[in-house]
DNA sequence: CATGAATGAGTGTTCATTCAT
DNA sequence: TATGAATGAACACTCATTCAT
């Protein structure tokens, strides 16, 4: 915990150093605009208006809406992913991991609805989302998540009649379904509960069985 | 067999006969049209083109191009929600339900990668998706598999610690992301492995152990 | 010439009636603005100011200012490319079809400054302009000319050791140079002088000698 | 051969002793630019791109992306115009010195297509074109070519019932026609057959009959 | 029931230009 | 001499929408 704040400041100070100022406030202008509508609805000159900025500098920064979009969305899940590794170091067996995994997932979404709206719903549908650096973070992750899996086969905490790659698939279909309730309808949620949950089944469904 | 004929064939008459010649070209236009294109890319100019109408027809009928959506997809979902009540009946016990309907979705999903990108990329992204009838088709067949499953739990198949619904959840979004990358990549894909896939892991996971 | 005047007035007729208000009012609107400045630096709120018209509607009958161009030329290149292959008719000798044609070419440019200009030097810039229609009736154009060259070796008119397309190149780019000067400078021009000399030293250059 | 490399060696120091180096990196940025796209399209961006030079600073020593195209033109075309006087130097016979300008001007034309775009179809329309410097060259050319012509008139050589600018307009014309399907269309061009064609018909035109 | 014509209001985008450092 | 940052003003283009006929 130590470690990860002080990251955050250190990360801080060099952005808030090396980025022209005119670039961060059109992020920040992004990142509240995304909280009262969703993102095909802003504009240029809402986003200018609020950054206090010119509309061409956005051009000049971003070239695109979406490419400013996907610069604040990466922005917001480049640590998570940084972290996730680190986090999992010292734990114990597959599908322990996996535990931590789902649980640190469902934690993320709960922590923030306007994200996790715009990546569960909106992003998937931009033409050029799965050539983009967002997609390649998500992708690093679901990569994790895999290793994960062959590493539970292998270990035989696993069973290994079933491809890995559905087993993640799975696993993330539910994590999202999950989630998806409370994005949309703003209902309740316990990371906790559902965590608890979700392996009960998954865990007992995948588990090799002698 | 019978009567699914002559439900298509009522259907039809119904239809020519209900429906001004102007309304069925736009709508068969609007169709044409999504297998080439997002729908937020399509406009009313291309559908009156295409349906050669003038475009104050389409203003006129359907007021807002989402409405125009949504009729489209009612027509293609509804008889699907339709034969699942039908087709259900009959098979014995909420497991074997159960995968007959995992089975029929994947399989409906699998049938027209268009319409399946539709429903899970596009559709919930729209204001007013969950107010409209769409939806409402897709809750009803939400609601039936949550029937299923209460079924189960009540006859002692299913397990009783978890929340009925998230075991939909989880069934749901499982399907989802195992059918996506054939949707978004358009991977191949086999709905009987996929099926057998699945419900090797999911009934493990759900079904009552004594 | 009764039949010009009268092939006018029924081409007027019939296009007033085919054409759209809107559509001959931005024509006419760009009719007057290439008077007054450079094609490139006319823009849509100009034209559609002057044609009291909404820019959209230049958008709808001509997707592009470019386009507009094209249509404009091409109503003022038409009939006159008509016209030359019926002047043709009843002259005797290439050689005279060749002064014809040279007379009638200096003619049509010395008619109007503001299109001599936009053919001679604005059009050729533009992309695309070599897949437009106005290009096409200037291939036309020269064609007939080429037809007119390869009659006259035939006819052993004109000498045959000289490839036809290179003596209609020099026929071009003489009369267009001799036109430059009053196209660009405003100076005098006299095409009954300017044809004579430029007839006087090219068929003394191509002719036969034997 | 000697002077040339000398006189190159000559400018190459002046100009690296007298322009700063941001500057000639402009210039450089500037050609490279036009061989693969027309003028009008490139923009102060990037040639400061190429140039890994400030904006700022293009527009400090350029004032206009005008200036700067002409000073790229003068450049080139300088040394020509300088040789050419040189070269028709002990030549005997207007005819003959004729014959060795087309010749030189078709050379130059089919040596660079870049340049020969820009000066036959490009910069004729810029505004300001015809008080640049870059025309004053243009202008000092035509002018050699009109004292050749007035030379063969007194010695006899060439017919004086034609004025000497008509009998220059029909040369230039001639030769930029003969060499504008090689500029426009990339057709194939042998300068030596051309200047031949060429004069084989100018000649036989223009010289004087007894 | 259907159409042709026209509009208003906005959108993303572009670029030359300026200025403090 | 050279740069990074920022701006203003325009521009082409789009599209849903309206209405008289």
Redesign the pocket.
């Given at each position: 915990m130590d470690k990860s704040i002080a990251k955050d400041n250190f990360e801080a100070t060099v952005k808030s150093r090396s980025q022209?100022?005119?670039?961060v406030k059109i992020m920040d202008a992004m990142r509240s605009l995304l909280k009262k509508k969703e993102f095909s609805a802003?504009?240029?000159?809402e986003i200018a208006k609020i950054a206090?900025?010119?509309?061409?500098?956005?051009?000049?920064y971003f070239?695109?809406?979406r490419n400013l979009l996907h610069e604040v969305l990466k922005e917001y899940l480049e640590p998570y992913v940084d972290h996730l590794k680190f986090d999992l170091k010292g734990i114990e067996g597959a599908l322990n991991k996996l535990r931590k995994v789902i649980w640190g997932t469902i934690n993320l979404y709960s922590s923030n609805r306007v994200f996790t709206k715009i990546l569960l719903l909106e992003v998937r549908n931009f033409p050029g989302y799965f050539q983009s650096e967002t997609y390649q973070l998500v992708q690093d992750y679901a990569k994790i998540i895999l290793g994960i899996i062959e590493e539970g086969i292998r270990r035989g905490e696993i069973r290994d009649d079933i491809l890995p790659k559905n087993i993640r698939e799975i696993t993330l279909g539910s994590i999202e379904h999950l989630c998806l309730p409370w994005a949309i309808f703003n209902k309740d949620i316990d990371p906790d509960v559902l965590t608890e949950n979700l392996c009960k089944i998954l865990f007992e469904g995948i588990k090799k069985h002698d």
């Open positions: 022209p100022p005119g670039r802003i504009t240029w000159a206090e900025v010119n509309e061409g500098l956005i051009y000049k070239n695109d809406t």
